[in-house]
């Protein structure tokens, strides 16, 4: 197999296991609280707990990324998060889950910024667009990770069993993609190790980056992930607490959204190559506004109703799927002196934005509605529009070469 093709399979398949590990802890979360005696209040603050060390992950990911290169960082942080799912399996109390979620927050945040280095530095060697492909397996491996807690609850295997065989499957699946992974970040000296100079240029990278471009990068991460957890969070509860339907009626809404992001995201790569990383920011945030001015349209209640809201997260997901891999792709190529750095100031700034979504609605529908509160969504995928300019692709600070090589 040809070492760029090896390379896509292996970093497809770590962003496919990341997908499938994050499910096995979402799907069993009612479980898991039931068996620890966790309340509603301390599963939020546990919630915050997962976020807050998955951002400290990040950075400290970011840093090493620079230090030693992604393909260990992702190999680490895979073999670990397979090894960390068990934590809130056997956990007895609720101190006990905290301390275990804090793990799987950590690992998992320095998972996410390693694979999507490793993603950065393959699509660079390929001299296209192949971000959203990657994304893209990761939805479908968190689809592959609900259905098999699914069957396994339905048919009343035991839980702990059931994620130990699978954290042993992961483990064997990183062995898989171990081989593929890129071992040199592309456009770094050809030495094995980087020289004085190259130190010396890393610890002054932010001197000759465009810090601007950065932040707004980071601005527009935490408008897109705002949006994309908002529908996480709240569009099943959307459709049920507006149009008086049943639970099962909500949760299509939330499937819709999903099903249509995952099925966007493989076919936006093509598209991004004609058209250009701008234009599928700001045609995407268009999108995915008009996808929730659908849902939002007060057309009274009942199941025609439901249907229409349905199909406006349908149309939301669509908007949505590729914004955050064009927003990724151009944290990366900032430069190739700091890359894991820039990449884990826009990613951590974005889950910034996914925790912070579903938080401004609620408050903001607890004192007025539902519909009220999803209004600011539209304001950050308007501010995404105005600033999508900010992924086109300069010449990396530190690029060394004309056109990049995969070094394994």
Known sequence: MHRLTRA???????????????????????????HTGTSHGQLGAMLLLVGATAFVGMQVCGRLIDRIGSRPTTLVAAIVLCGAMLGPV????????????????????????????????????????????????????????????AVGLWMDWPVAVTVTALGALGLIIVA?????????????????????????????????????????????AFAAMLAEGTAYDWSALHVVETFGTREAIGAIAFAGFSAAMMVARFVIDPIAARVGPVAVV??????????????????????????????????????????????????G????????????????????????GPAIVGAIGGVTSLRVGLMPVL??????????????????VGSRRRHDTLET
């Open 282 to 331: 700001r045609w995407g945030a268009v999108i995915g506004a008009i996808g929730m001015l659908i849902a939002l349209i007060p057309s009274g209640e009942g199941a025609p109703s439901a249907i229409i809201a349905i199909l406006g997260w349908a149309v939301f997901g669509i908007g949505l799927a590729g914004l955050i891999p064009q927003i990724f792709t151009a944290a």
């Open 176 to 220: 898989f993609a171990s081989a593929g992974l890129v071992g040199r970040d592309v456009g770094m000296a050809e030495s094995s190790a980087p020289d004085a100079s190259h130190e010396e240029a890393s610890r002054r990278w932010w001197r000759e980056l465009d810090l601007r471009r950065l932040i707004l990068l980071a601005a527009v």
């Open 379 to 396: 304001f950050a995928l308007a501010f995404a529009a105005w600033a999508a300019g900010v992924v086109s692709a300069p010449q990396p």
């Open 90 to 149: 056997l956990a007895a109390t609720p101190g006990w889950l905290a301390l275990a979620l804090a793990v799987f927050g950590f690992t998992n945040g320095s998972l996410d910024v390693s694979m999507n280095a490793q993603a950065v530095q393959v699509e660079r060697a390929y001299r296209r667009p192949i971000m959203s492909a990657f994304h893209g397996f990761f939805s479908v491996g968190g689809l592959l990770g609900s259905g098999v807690v």
């Open 333 to 356: 190529n900032l430069t190739t002196r700091a890359g894991g750095r820039a990449i884990s100031t826009v990613v951590g700034c974005g889950y910034l934005g996914m925790l912070a």
């Open 8 to 34: 896509r399979a292996a970093v497809a398949t770590v962003f496919g296991l990341n997908g499938f590990l994050a499910a096995l802890w979402v799907a069993h979360i009612p479980v898991i609280t039931e």
